[in-house]
Each structure stands twice: as structure tokens, then as C-alpha cells.
């Protein structure tokens, strides 16, 4: 007769599928979290009911937007929510998708009324959380305009450990502004956006 093994120990596959698991808990969580772009879009304006669409840029104004921004476009589609509270003008929102290091994050930028940024919400982060700066960092924009003001080590501070992050951010804020502002131009001087 063979002996029954009394060997409770997990198998070495079995631990490391545990540990893999384990790992991912915190990145499944904070995606989790994650708004929509509606859901923010609504959580911006407040009362304002925020109106939805889709904007195809031309060749023009595409240049137009790089040469202002410092900074590709990453589409001519660009997603735009407006609101208005008692038939004026709140603010403006707009979705930026871009890469990061090597993963997409995505943005919703909010301009209000007086062509100033008024808030970024993180729609999307694909890279490591640790590489997201904390929400504070994102209060550095609040009240920017496109000026020098608007770069790394002027008015908005580097972040340790998130460099790239804090990079594409800039970037996609001078490029949701000079996009705002040429469309702005094209609205006064008569054009279809």
C-alpha cells in the first residue's frame, strides 16, 4: 500500500496566478473609477446641460491648431461638449486622447468663458497608476490660458516619477486651447466648423 501524501502546499503555477492577480487589484480598481466622458461632461457644467458633438477639423485649421499649440493633433475628430445656462455660454469641453509612454490616457479638458482652463478630469489612464500624478498636480491648470505660462518648470511644476505623464498633459492642454481658439475664429468670422 503507497502513502497518502499530506502535501497542502499550493502549487508553484497556483502562487504565481494568486500573486498576478494580486498585483492587478489596485489598476483594476482605479479603472474602475474611471467617468465617462458624458458623465464628466455632466459633472462639469452642473445644472447645464451639456450638448454633444463631433468636430471634423480641416487641413487649415488643423496647421492652424500645431502652430499655436506647439503640438500635434492626434485627430481631425475631435469630441466638443457645450453648455449653456439660461441661453449663455458656461464653458466648453473637450476629449483628448493621446499616448503616453506607450499606452493611451485620455482627457477631458474644460475651457470656461473666458477662454481659461477650468478644469481637467482623467478620463482614461492605461499606464501604470503610479505614473498618474495626484489630483492636486492637476489644479496647477486651473486658470491657464495658452501662454509660456502653459509649459513644465513655468507655471505647471514637474512631477517626480510622472514626467511623461506631466508632458502629454501640457501638451494636450495648449492643443485643446489653440483648438478652441481657432474654432472660437471660425465661429466670429462666419466659417463652418
Known sequence: M???????????AMCSRLLWMVALLPQMAWASAQLTSDEAARSAFGTCTPKKENVFLDDKKLAAIQS???????????????AKCGGEL??????????????????????????????????????????????????????QSLDDELNLKKGIALVAGSTLTARATVGASRRVLALHQVLNQSLKSGGAQ
Open 2 to 12: 503507497e502513502p497518502v501524501s499530506t502535501n497542502t502546499t499550493p502549487s508553484l
Open 68 to 82: 499655436l499649440s506647439g503640438y500635434e493633433m492626434p485627430s481631425k475628430l475631435v469630441l466638443r461638449y457645450s
Open 90 to 143: 458656461d464653458g466648453v469641453a473637450y476629449v483628448d486622447v493621446h499616448t503616453v509612454r506607450s499606452k493611451t490616457e485620455t482627457l477631458l479638458i474644460v475651457i470656461d468663458k473666458s477662454d481659461k482652463i477650468r478644469r481637467i478630469e482623467v478620463l482614461s489612464f492605461n499606464e501604470p497608476p503610479e505614473h498618474m500624478p495626484k489630483e492636486k498636480w492637476y489644479g496647477l491648470f486651473v486658470g
